[in-house]
């Protein structure tokens, strides 16, 4: 079958781990009276009709069935009509089929452009489309269209992973490392995966294969409110399931406001956006707090933390969080000293709290200073 494609698609990379084994034959095409374009605030691309528009794309020639069931399961599952459209090659009309919106939507100015896609969204692309097709059983329209966002997530994670200062650690090289043996992931929201992993030992060998399971989580930003002129932070408090499931008997954790990144967010952003979503703040600066992996015995979960300046005027506990988002959460607004003495007495439980009221203990001083 000939497929027409007019965006992310169109990149040879990303075409192949979506459409998987088989021959990827490409043919300059255009469709007119179309055009593509970003959309509002995205760099998705759009096409719509335009009049006199000449939509660039290329043809997939000859794609076999596996290849059109991965590519139905990619597009189908985001409201694509799947159907036949003539476009124009160097070598005259042809048909082919294609995956078109039917639903309008806002655009941003301009024609979209692969090669500025390509630039920052390639990797995550593929990556995404890689755990995609490590689903088995493939999931059906609806639970695929719930569990994009976290696949993307995901996705951006593994894109911003880089390699930290290492001046007293063990510098890895590529091989090291390696995972092989890995069998596919189960769960949907959260994932979970089992898998063989050797790697380079202190005296120079190589460990045996290691059975090991791990968690696979996401990034997330955490930020730690500060008013440094009233000398107040403010804290979270929400029933949490994890201690609920250590049988502990008080699940109600006191923590920092946190979310997950989203994809094509930046942790800086995703700090703003929940200290606005959770506690209706407007963060005036942000203090960057350093980055770590919550338990990497075990799980990908990395935490970007921030201390942010703010106005916290009230002094009493108040309610937050979005309700259609499931959030039931009491902000508590304190004395930076009754914060600590929180935690001295053991009541604030969560390492992020923790971790980030010493780093202000550290750094309390300057901020105060410079306001």
Same mark, same amino acid.
């Given at each position: 079958?000939?497929? %027409?494609?007019?965006? @992310?698609?169109?990149?040879?990379?990303?075409?192949? !781990?979506? !459409?998987?084994?088989?021959?990827?034959?490409?043919?300059?095409?255009?469709?007119?009276?179309?055009?593509? +374009?970003?959309?509002?605030?995205?760099?998705?691309?759009?096409?719509?009709?335009?009049?006199?528009?000449?939509?660039?794309?290329?043809?997939?020639?000859?794609?076999?069935?596996?290849? &059109?069931?991965?590519?139905?399961?990619?597009?189908?599952?985001?409201? *694509?009509?799947?159907?036949?459209?003539?476009?124009?090659?160097? $070598?005259?009309?042809?048909?082919?089929?294609?995956?078109?919106?039917?639903?309008? &939507?806002?655009?941003?100015?301009?024609?979209?452009?692969? !090669?500025?896609?390509?630039?920052?969204?390639?990797?995550?692309?593929?990556?995404?489309?890689?755990?995609?097709? #490590?689903?088995?059983?493939?999931?059906?329209?609806?639970?695929?269209?719930? &569990?994009? =966002?976290?696949?993307? $997530?995901?996705?951006?994670?593994?894109?911003?992973?880089?390699?930290?200062?290492?001046?007293?650690?063990? #510098?890895?090289?590529?091989?090291?490392?390696?995972?092989?043996?890995?069998?596919? =992931?189960?769960?949907?929201? %959260?994932?979970?995966?089992? @898998?063989?992993? #050797?790697?380079?030992?202190? /005296?120079?060998?190589? #460990?045996?294969?290691?059975?090991?399971?791990? %968690?696979?989580?996401? /990034?997330?930003?955490?930020?730690?409110?500060?008013?440094?002129?009233?000398?107040?932070?403010?804290?979270?408090?929400?029933?949490?399931?994890?201690?609920?499931?250590?049988?502990?008997?008080? =699940?109600?954790?006191?923590?920092?406001?946190?979310?997950?990144?989203?994809?094509?967010?930046?942790?800086? /952003? !995703? $700090?703003?956006?929940?200290?606005?979503?959770?506690?209706?703040?407007?963060?005036?600066?942000?203090?960057?707090?350093? $980055?770590? *992996?919550?338990?990497?015995?075990?799980?990908?979960?990395?935490?970007? &933390?921030?201390?942010?300046?703010?106005?916290?005027?009230?002094?009493?506990? +108040?309610?937050?969080?979005?309700?259609?988002?499931?959030?039931?959460?009491?902000?508590?607004?304190?004395?930076?000293?009754?914060?600590?003495?929180?935690? /001295?007495?053991?009541?604030?439980?969560?390492?992020?709290?923790?971790?980030?009221?010493?780093?202000?203990?550290?750094?309390?001083?300057?901020?105060?200073?410079?306001?």
């Amino acid at each position: 079958m000939d497929l %027409f494609v007019y965006g @992310t698609l169109k990149s040879h990379s990303l075409m192949a !781990a979506v !459409a998987g084994p088989g021959p990827l034959t490409p043919m300059p095409a255009r469709l007119h009276e179309y055009a593509v +374009y970003p959309l509002a605030g995205n760099v998705v691309p759009f096409i719509a009709p335009t009049a006199g528009g000449r939509a660039q794309g290329l043809v997939w020639q000859g794609l076999n069935a596996a290849q &059109m069931a991965r590519l139905d399961a990619y597009e189908g599952a985001f409201g *694509y009509s799947f159907g036949p459209v003539e476009v124009q090659t160097d $070598a005259g009309p042809r048909i082919a089929q294609a995956y078109l919106p039917h639903v309008d &939507m806002a655009t941003g100015v301009g024609e979209w452009s692969l !090669a500025d896609w390509e630039a920052g969204h390639l990797t995550p692309a593929v990556l995404a489309a890689q755990e995609l097709f #490590s689903l088995d059983p493939m999931p059906d329209y609806g639970q695929l269209r719930a &569990m994009w =966002p976290m696949i993307e $997530a995901r996705a951006w994670a593994k894109f911003r992973a880089v390699a930290a200062p290492a001046t007293r650690r063990f #510098s890895a090289s590529a091989d090291d490392f390696t995972v092989v043996n890995a069998e596919p =992931p189960a769960g949907q929201f %959260f994932r979970f995966q089992r @898998t063989k992993v #050797s790697h380079r030992q202190f /005296d120079g060998t190589r #460990s045996d294969l290691l059975t090991r399971e791990g %968690f696979l989580g996401v /990034d997330a930003s955490v930020i730690l409110p500060y008013d440094p002129v009233r000398d107040r932070v403010l804290l979270v408090e929400q029933a949490r399931l994890g201690p609920a499931l250590r049988r502990d008997p008080n =699940p109600w954790m006191l923590e920092p406001i946190a979310g997950i990144i989203d994809a094509r967010e930046s942790p800086r /952003d !995703a $700090a703003l956006r929940e200290a606005e979503e959770e506690a209706a703040l407007s963060i005036k600066s942000l203090e960057d707090a350093g $980055a770590f *992996y919550v338990s990497p015995g075990c799980s990908t979960d990395y935490f970007y &933390m921030f201390v942010g300046v703010c106005d916290l005027p009230h002094d009493a506990p +108040y309610l937050g969080g979005l309700p259609d988002e499931a959030e039931d959460l009491r902000l508590h607004p304190m004395s930076f000293d009754e914060a600590m003495d929180l935690a /001295d007495q053991g009541e604030i439980a969560t390492g992020p709290a923790l971790y980030l009221l010493y780093w202000l203990l550290r750094h309390r001083d300057r901020l105060r200073a410079a306001v």
